[in-house]
């Protein structure tokens, strides 16, 4: 059990850390925004070299900088989005009275700029690890991407925690987009997926063909899937997982008001 400590702390870590940095950074004065999407580009022209260089390295600290490295390039994605320098054609609040269908098309209105860069940034790590033996940052990116859609896609449908004090002031719109239910249809999907992807991972480490940095590789991308499933959970569990990150936001947050109805709202005739 040991050796699978390391790389499951890492993991654990890592996704805490990184996710309080650009909680933080999100909420500063948006006059500090320029200079911090300045900062993580920098980072990310350096991550996506990492990943170039780790590539070729089918070892264990090839495999930790292709995870790390990876997941900074997916933090470079949340920055620009939630700082509105990469968003979408009408990135404003959802317009009255919308069938359900018109709703998920206003929504990906908002972000549709910010899809296009997730596609382009995987097709990026994809030709840097192209033809090498260490493919950890690729997959790293992917589970981020589907995980991150997952819960995307079951805020819009409805979740029992919105965690809206999460989003900075100037995002405030998208909480017409939201739904606050008990429960939806797409929610169990999400979570055994993500539980057997996780398990499938897992699994892969006790096989006596795998290598040792692939051991690493398939530690840390199972833990990273688990806490994927976790926060799925935080979604519809009552618990105060915005506490997590709470040393990552101002000491005062402008409330933002969700509609307790799902407001999918008015069906037409």
């Given at each position: 059990?040991?050796?699978?400590?390391?790389?499951?702390?890492?993991?654990?870590?890592?996704?805490?850390?990184?996710?309080?940095?650009?909680?933080?950074?999100?909420?500063?004065?948006?006059?500090?925004?320029?200079?911090?999407?300045?900062?993580?580009?920098l980072v990310l022209f350096g991550a996506l070299w990492a990943i170039g260089a780790s590539a070729r390295e089918p070892s264990e600290s090839g495999v930790y900088t292709a995870f790390t490295a990876a997941v900074l390039v997916w933090g470079w994605q949340e920055m620009s989005y939630?700082?509105?320098?990469?968003?979408?054609?009408?990135?404003?609040?959802?317009?009255?009275?919308?069938?359900?269908?018109?709703?998920?098309?206003?929504?990906?209105?908002?972000?549709?700029?910010?899809?296009?860069?997730?596609?382009?940034?995987?097709?990026?790590?994809l030709v840097l690890v192209w033809g090498q033996p260490n493919h950890f940052a690729l997959c790293t990116y992917a589970t981020l991407v589907l995980m991150n859609a997952s819960a995307r896609l079951n805020l819009f449908l409805g979740v029992r925690n919105l965690n809206a004090e999460?989003?900075?002031?100037?995002?405030?719109?998208?909480?017409?987009?939201?739904?606050?239910?008990?429960?939806?249809?797409?929610?169990?999907?999400?979570?055994?997926?993500?539980?057997?992807?996780?398990?499938?991972?897992?699994?892969?480490?006790?096989?006596?063909?795998?290598?040792?940095?692939?051991?690493?590789?398939?530690?840390?991308?199972?833990?990273?899937?688990?806490?994927?499933?976790?926060?799925?959970?935080?979604?519809?569990?009552?618990?105060?997982?915005?506490?997590?990150?709470?040393?990552?936001?101002?000491?005062?947050?402008?409330?933002?008001?969700?509609?307790?109805?799902?407001?999918?709202?008015?069906?037409?005739?």
């Open positions: 059990m040991a050796s699978y400590a390391a790389p499951a702390f890492y993991a654990v870590l890592l996704w805490w850390f990184s996710t309080g940095v650009i909680l933080m950074l999100d909420h500063l004065p948006r006059k500090t925004h320029p200079w911090s999407m300045a900062g993580g580009t939630y700082m509105g320098f990469i968003s979408g054609p009408r990135p404003e609040a959802c317009p009255p009275r919308l069938s359900k269908s018109e709703k998920f098309f206003a929504a990906l209105g908002t972000s549709l700029w910010h899809e296009f860069a997730i596609v382009i940034g995987g097709l990026a790590i999460l989003l900075p002031p100037h995002l405030g719109y998208l909480a017409g987009y939201l739904a606050k239910k008990p429960m939806n249809l797409l929610f169990p999907f999400s979570v055994s997926l993500g539980t057997i992807a996780a398990a499938l991972m897992a699994r892969a480490t006790l096989s006596e063909e795998t290598l040792p940095h692939e051991f690493v590789g398939y530690t840390l991308l199972a833990s990273l899937t688990a806490l994927a499933v976790l926060e799925h959970w935080f979604l519809m569990l009552p618990l105060p997982s915005a506490a997590l990150w709470q040393w990552s936001l101002p000491g005062k947050v402008t409330p933002i008001t969700i509609e307790t109805k799902d407001p999918a709202v008015t069906p037409r005739d």
